[in-house]
């Protein structure tokens, strides 16, 4: 088991990660003062159907427990489904206290984050990711959103949760592409701490294998990293948090033109990692040998996506303006610059985007 505190002052949380750390949520709900507080749950049909029966055995001092579906995909962080859930929260709500429960990956964790953080101008909630992806990444930091359809996460805000819940137990029932899509935010994580990538490296032909005990470290590592980003940098407002953002220009782009359907958030983010590593090669900045060990790592776990579809370089291109990223109306791009460091860059010549696009495109 692994307990990493996120130190935000007032706002402060743990993430707890282990096998059977799920069984210690309701004594920590009571130390959260949660107790006399009425928990909804928000889901989709899936995750319900694998968990809900074992989750609600999990709420021992909780004598109602309400479940919300919403649609499994993408499709659920969108302004309908928002309203819909909304609507259903009030319903429950009338006047007693509740706080909400994210039992998912990130699309369940993101949205459940926003409706906490404007359902009353802000109610307590706790996130108990489910897919690899969550626990290493998007349940970690309060960045919450639901996507409009010029871009992905264009509503949102940053709102804490009160606790992560890391249950590895969960990961046993992830698909084998599911597992991969969380191995995009990791090697994105090991880009940014040499060490991880070292780690992934020596273990490339069993580290997917979510039994293995490296699991365990890989997770925590990922969260230790982004706890201490996201101390420093809470509101990605000081030029550190951003970090965490490599891949995600290009990637976000490729969702965008992909309409979210066919390929995954880690999948889109691997062909970011691979067109921004490209990019950072052409301008100078990271070494052939750096970018090469970039695309190998992220080829050999097969993490781009699986579609063959091809698909317009210009439409890619034409989401790029929407990135939150760009300031004053200039581009603005993390790139790696070694294996253990980024580079933020700006006012990219465009027709290095494009043929950088082209050229990773190359390893579908
Ligand atoms: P997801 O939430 O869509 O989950 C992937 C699939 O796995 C779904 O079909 C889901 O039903 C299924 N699933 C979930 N848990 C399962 C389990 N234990 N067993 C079997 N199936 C299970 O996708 P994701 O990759 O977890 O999250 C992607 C989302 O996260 C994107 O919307 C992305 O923008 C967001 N994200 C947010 C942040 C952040 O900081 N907030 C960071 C990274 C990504
Ligand atoms: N996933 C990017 C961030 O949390 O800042």
Same mark, same amino acid.
């Given at each position: 088991m692994?307990?990493? %505190?996120?130190?935000?002052?007032l706002?402060s949380?743990?993430?707890i990660?282990?096998?059977?750390?799920?069984?210690?949520?309701?004594?920590?709900?009571e130390?959260?003062?949660?107790?006399?507080?009425?928990?909804?749950?928000? $889901?989709?049909e899936?995750?319900?159907?694998?968990?809900?029966?074992?989750?609600?055995?999990?709420?021992?001092?909780?004598?109602?427990?309400?479940?919300?579906?919403?649609?499994?995909?993408?499709?659920?962080?969108s302004?309908?489904?928002?309203?819909?859930?909304?609507?259903?929260?009030?319903?429950?709500d009338?006047?007693?206290?509740? /706080?909400?429960?994210?039992?998912g990956?990130?699309?369940?964790?993101?949205?459940?984050?926003f409706?906490?953080?404007?359902?009353?101008r802000?109610?307590?909630?706790?996130?108990?990711?489910? $897919?690899?992806?969550?626990?290493?990444?998007?349940?970690i930091?309060?960045?919450?959103?639901?996507?409009?359809?010029?871009?992905?996460?264009?509503?949102?805000? /940053?709102?804490?949760?009160?606790?992560?819940?890391? *249950?590895?137990?969960?990961?046993?029932?992830?698909? $084998?592409?599911?597992?991969?899509?969380?191995?995009?935010?990791?090697?994105?994580?090991?880009?940014?701490?040499?060490?991880l /990538?070292?780690?992934?490296e020596?273990?490339?032909?069993?580290?997917?294998?979510?039994s293995?005990?490296?699991?365990?470290?890989i997770?925590?590592?990922?969260a230790?990293?982004?706890?201490?980003?996201?101390?420093?940098?809470?509101?990605?407002?000081?030029?550190?948090?951003i970090?965490? %953002?490599?891949?995600?220009?290009?990637?976000?782009?490729?969702?965008?033109?992909?309409k979210y359907?066919?390929?995954?958030?880690? *999948?889109?983010i691997?062909?970011?990692?691979?067109? *921004?590593?490209?990019?950072?090669n052409?301008?100078?900045?990271?070494?052939?040998?750096?970018?090469?060990?970039?695309?190998?790592?992220i080829?050999?776990?097969?993490?781009?996506?699986?579609?063959?579809?091809?698909?317009?370089?210009?439409?890619?291109?034409?989401?790029?303006?929407?990135d939150?990223?760009?300031? /004053?109306?200039?581009?603005?791009?993390?790139?790696?610059?070694?294996?253990?460091?980024?580079?933020?860059? $700006?006012?990219?010549d465009?027709?290095?985007?494009?043929?950088?696009?082209?050229?990773?495109l190359?390893?579908?």
């Open positions: 692994a307990k990493i %505190n996120v130190n935000l002052g706002c949380y743990d993430i990660i282990g096998e059977n750390v799920i069984s210690s949520l309701s004594n920590r709900l130390k959260l003062h949660l107790s006399k507080y009425q928990p909804v749950v928000v $889901t989709n899936v995750i319900y159907k694998l968990y809900g029966n074992f989750l609600k055995k999990q709420f021992k001092s909780h004598s109602q427990l309400s479940f919300i579906k919403v649609p499994d995909s993408e499709k659920a962080k302004w309908q489904v928002l309203f819909n859930v909304l609507k259903t929260i009030v319903s429950f009338k006047g007693k206290n509740i /706080f909400l429960v994210a039992l990956g990130g699309v369940v964790g993101d949205l459940t984050g409706v906490a953080a404007i359902y009353k802000g109610i307590p909630y706790i996130q108990l990711p489910t $897919t690899l992806l969550a626990q290493v990444d998007s349940g930091g309060g960045k919450v959103a639901v996507d409009l359809s010029w871009g992905k996460n264009l509503i949102g805000a /940053f709102y804490q949760p009160k606790i992560v819940i890391s *249950e590895i137990g969960f990961l046993n029932t992830l698909p $084998t592409r599911e597992i991969r899509n969380g191995f995009s935010e990791i090697i994105k994580c090991g880009i940014i701490d040499g060490e /990538f070292s780690l992934l020596a273990n490339r032909s069993s580290i997917l294998d979510v293995s005990p490296k699991m365990l470290k997770i925590k590592k990922c230790q990293l982004k706890a201490a980003i996201v101390e420093k940098d809470e509101f990605d407002s000081k030029d550190i948090r970090a965490l %953002n490599l891949g995600h220009t290009i990637g976000h782009a490729m969702e965008s033109a992909f359907a066919m390929i995954t958030h880690g *999948e889109g691997a062909l970011g990692l691979i067109a *921004e590593s490209i990019i950072s052409k301008i100078g900045i990271l070494s052939r040998k750096n970018l090469d060990r970039i695309i190998s790592l080829v050999d776990l097969k993490c781009l996506p699986i579609v063959r579809k091809t698909i317009k370089i210009a439409d890619i291109v034409s989401y790029l303006p929407y939150k990223k760009n300031k /004053f109306g200039q581009s603005r791009l993390v790139v790696p610059s070694k294996i253990g460091g980024v580079k933020i860059v $700006t006012g990219l465009e027709k290095i985007i494009e043929s950088s696009i082209k050229d990773a190359e390893y579908l």
